[in-house]
């Protein structure tokens, strides 16, 4: 039986947040789940799903497999684990950087476009890690029941930061979906060209560009005052 497989009949049991998002099944918070989550994400990304063991999680932090059973059913259950908290740690980057970023509108559809570029761009085990999500999704329904959870967190946060920029609430903005699709598929796909290619892609130069045509296009965008 494959690891999707198998990670299919294990979740049935698992409750679901309120939200739709599966609820956590360890507490985040205890620094030996999230080592072990940490470490489980660079063995996936490094090697894939199912060539990866937990006793090599383990041994990624000098641990015995059974400490990692211990807080982990089934390598299923640690998938699916290590695929929630890794994009939730992502997006906790994200609204750090746009929260931090200047006063002006110009500054602030700068400084947000460029914290999600760099939060995907300079996440490597992340982005590993979503490409092994993306193909096992496929005969994992759970898996990609949270993967879509998670893109549209991801995409709700892009939505307010362009809305804040345009000063516009979300509702008054009918485009605003489609704008941030546009824009999380982009440096998504940017990344994933670069992660393939290497520099030959000139991922940088595309990023920039794009960047200019976004800084038209909300111009463009800007209710007139």
Sequence with gaps: MTTAENATTS??????????????????????VAAILA???????RKGFTATTLAEIGKELGLRKSIVHYYFASKAALIHEVQSYSYHKY??????????TGDSPADRSR??????????????TGLGL????????????????????????ARKL??????????VKPDQF???????????????????SEYLEGDDVKAKEAY??????????????????
């Design 91 to 100: 997006l906790e980057r994200v609204k750090d950087a746009i929260q931090s």
């Design 208 to 225: 920039d560009q794009f960047l200019y045509l976004m800084r038209l296009a909300i111009k463009a965008m800007k209710p007139a005052s």
């Design 11 to 32: 979740v049935e049991q698992e409750p679901s947040a309120g939200n739709g998002a599966p609820a956590r099944a360890v507490d985040w918070d205890n620094p030996r």
């Design 174 to 192: 009918p485009a605003l979906e489609a704008t941030s699709t546009l824009i999380l598929a982009v440096l998504n796909g940017l990344s994933i």
């Design 158 to 167: 892009v939505s307010e930061a362009v809305a804040d920029v345009l000063g």
């Design 130 to 153: 979503n490409i092994e999500v993306w193909s096992a999704s496929r005969r994992d329904p759970e898996l990609k029941r949270r993967a879509v959870v998670l893109q549209k967190d």
């Design 39 to 45: 470490a489980a994400a660079k063995c996936f990304a």
């Design 111 to 124: 400084n947000a476009l460029q914290a999600v570029w760099e939060s995907i761009h300079n996440n490597k």
